[in-house]
Nanobody
Framework: QVQLVESGGGLVQAGGSLRLSCAAS????????MGWFRQAPGSEREFVVG????????WYADSVKGRFTISRDNAKKMVYLQMNSLKPEDTAVYYC??????????????????WGQGTLVTVSQ
């Protein structure tokens, strides 16, 4: 299995941008669909965006569509989440995830195979 480490979280004002990165090690990275979940205080963890193993297909939750963009670099074993036009409701811990069982829907089996440790994104008014 791959191991995942996120970075890039922080504090940003509403309307600003952040880029999250997820570095993978071990395993066959290019065989995994990748994605990002987030968990806001007092809320359940939600699936935000997924990308296929080749990077050819992606899915976005309605709440982030048009503002967030996921990409991956299989040669570097990296996944990125570009977040623009951030809103206070985007405040959450963001978790990188991997799953070799699915095309892009990392929520299909409830939980993906692999989680990162999470990175906090705080969007202020």
């Amino acid at each position: 299995q791959v191991q995942l480490v996120e970075s890039g979280g922080g504090l940003v004002q509403a309307g600003g941008s952040l880029r999250l990165s997820c570095a993978a090690s071990g395993g066959a990275f290019s065989s995994y669909a990748m994605g990002w979940f987030r968990q806001a205080p007092g809320s359940e963890r939600e699936f935000v965006v997924g990308i296929s193993s080749s990077g050819g297909a992606a899915w976005y939750a309605d709440s982030v569509k048009g503002r967030f963009t996921i990409s991956r670099d299989n040669a570097k074993k990296m996944v990125y989440l570009q977040m623009n036009s951030l809103k206070p409701e985007d405040t959450a811990v963001y978790y990188c995830a991997a799953d070799s069982r699915v095309a892009w829907d990392l929520s299909r089996y409830g939980y993906p195979e692999v989680w990162g440790q999470g990175t906090l994104v705080t969007v202020s008014q």
